[in-house]
T-cell receptor, first 113, second 113 residues
Framework: NAGVTQTPKFQVLKTGQSMTLQCAQDMNHEYMSWYRQDPGMGLRLIHYSVGAGITDQGEVPNGYNVSRSTTEDFPLRLLSAAPSQTSVYFCASKTGTLNSPLHFGNGTRLTVT | GNSVTQMEGPVTLSEEAFLTINCTYT??????LFWYVQYPGEGLQLLLKATKADDKGSNKGFEATYRKETTSFHLEKGSVQVSDSAVYFCALHLGGSNYKLTFGKGTLLTVNP
């Protein structure tokens, strides 16, 4: 049972480069989300999706795009990386059942120089 | 808006010491409350939850009681182990179609042998 799988684990980008962080879940969860984790800031929601074809913005969406073409996949795109996007990124999913837990991936550590 | 405030860390304890990590919340309505734990190099995982006032969540020797009168959900453990060293996050969720969780900033716990 793989759960939530994120790739890559580590990535270094130069300012202005683009890249996609991959997230896949094999639990048939309706809800998927992306968080960034920064020291002293906790977890901040970037974007989320309540089902295939539906996405919405979280607290800190600027500089990021998402799409949800299938239930399983929820990639996060950085169109033009900036040093302020240096962070650890977590993908998480859950069922639609009230109070069901979020299942997290192991994170992607991104450095933008 | 909704918010979660946790005691600032880091917290350093000796093995078998008593642990309390304070968590208070502000929310419109009646949230469900959660504690998540993040072990080094991993994503977050659910530790325990409580969905209504006076509920007690418990798991792995940890406990937290949902106190509506003090809007609190403090995490406690009677005797910590080195393996409990991790970052602990308090979180709240308001029901309905909104799946988003609001997280506190996290508290780093280090337990020394």
């Amino acid at each position: 049972n793989a759960g939530v799988t994120q790739t890559p684990k580590f990535q270094v980008l130069k300012t202005g480069q683009s890249m996609t962080l991959q997230c896949a879940q094999d639990m048939n969860h309706e809800y998927m989300s992306w968080y960034r984790q920064d020291p002293g800031m906790g977890l901040r929601l970037i974007h989320y999706s309540v089902g295939a074809g539906i996405t919405d913005q979280g607290e800190v969406p600027n500089g990021y795009n998402v799409s949800r073409s299938t239930t399983e996949d929820f990639p996060l795109r950085l169109l033009s990386a900036a040093p302020s996007q240096t962070s650890v990124y977590f993908c998480a999913s859950k069922t639609g059942t009230l109070n069901s837990p979020l299942h997290f991936g192991n994170g992607t550590r991104l450095t933008v120089t | 808006g909704n918010s979660v405030t946790q005691m600032e860390g880091p917290v350093t304890l000796s093995e078998e010491a008593f642990l309390t990590i304070n968590c208070t919340y502000t929310a419109t309505g009646y949230p469900s409350l959660f504690w998540y734990v993040q072990y080094p190099g991993e994503g977050l995982q659910l530790l325990l939850k409580a969905t209504k006032a006076d509920d007690k969540g418990s798991n792995k020797g940890f406990e937290a009681t949902y106190r509506k009168e003090t809007t609190s959900f403090h995490l406690e453990k009677g005797s910590v182990q080195v393996s409990d060293s991790a970052v602990y996050f308090c979180a709240l969720h308001l029901g309905g179609s909104n799946y988003k969780l609001t997280f506190g900033k996290g508290t780093l716990l280090t337990v020394n042998p």
